[in-house]
């Protein structure tokens, strides 16, 4: 177990619909990202969250938006729905950003995403 | 930009055999590699990583990856592989303040009896 949460593990929806992916990081870890994973895709970076901010912007579609909450926790929320969004989405956390990091990601065992 | 290329999409090995996963990364300056792992309907886990230290690197699960800089190579080995290595494996690369992660395509092992 990593410690790090996500909900709901499955999602099941409609094309126009939105959803929300609600991740829980690790005890103390201050780092939060978000990754989607696809079989045409492989594993695309998302976006990253450090203590509520912004901090990194990867494959990130404008349908697509994320925040971190003051409690730590971040949510991801897919709007706008297409066919090819359905996806695996994984969140992971770490200690902190910068200099300061060991490379060090702990995953959750994500959001599995099927869009209909 | 940095980039990796796991050259091996599925490779298939007998227990007790060696494994070997090949990647080969592209950075503009001495990267940060790494290898995770994950199993089937998991999330991914650390196996090693390599930071500019000893280019022989050890992980969990009697894993090794040997860093060589004018290869351009991170292969991951293991003497002898059990049936719980079966997984699917990601090269990784990060940029230089750790912000992102780069992942490989995978190389999924499978161990036969």
């Known amino acids: 177990d990593s410690g790090v949460t996500q909900t709901p593990k499955h999602l099941i929806t409609a094309t126009g619909q939105r959803v929300t992916l609600r991740c829980s990081p690790r005890?103390?870890?201050?780092?939060v990202y978000w990754y989607q994973q696809s079989l045409d895709q492989g594993l695309q970076f998302l976006i990253q969250y450090y203590n509520g901010e912004e901090r990194a912007k990867g494959n990130i579609l404008e349908r697509f938006s994320a925040q971190q909450f003051p409690d730590l926790h971040s949510e991801l929320n897919l709007s706008s729905l297409e066919l090819g969004d359905s996806a695996l989405y994984f969140c992971a956390s770490s200690v902190a950003t910068g200099g300061a990091y060991s490379g060090e990601l702990f995953f959750g065992e994500g959001s599995r995403l099927t869009v209909l | 930009a940095q980039s990796v290329t796991q050259l091996d999409s599925h490779v298939s090995v007998s227990e007790g055999t060696p494994v070997l996963l090949r990647c080969n990364y592209s950075?503009?300056?001495?990267?940060?590699l790494f290898w995770y792992v994950q199993h089937p309907n998991k999330g991914l886990q650390l196996l090693l990583k390599?930071?500019?230290?000893?280019?022989l690197v050890k992980g969990i699960n009697g894993f090794e990856a040997e860093f060589k800089k004018s290869e351009t190579s991170f292969h991951l080995t293991k003497p002898s592989a059990h049936m719980s290595d079966a997984a699917e494996y990601f090269c990784v690369v990060s940029d230089r303040g750790y912000n992102k992660l780069i992942f490989g395509a995978g190389t999924r092992l499978a161990v036969h009896p």
């Open positions: 005890s103390g870890d201050l780092s």
């Open positions: 950075s503009s300056y001495s990267p940060s």
């Open positions: 390599y930071t500019s230290a000893a280019t």
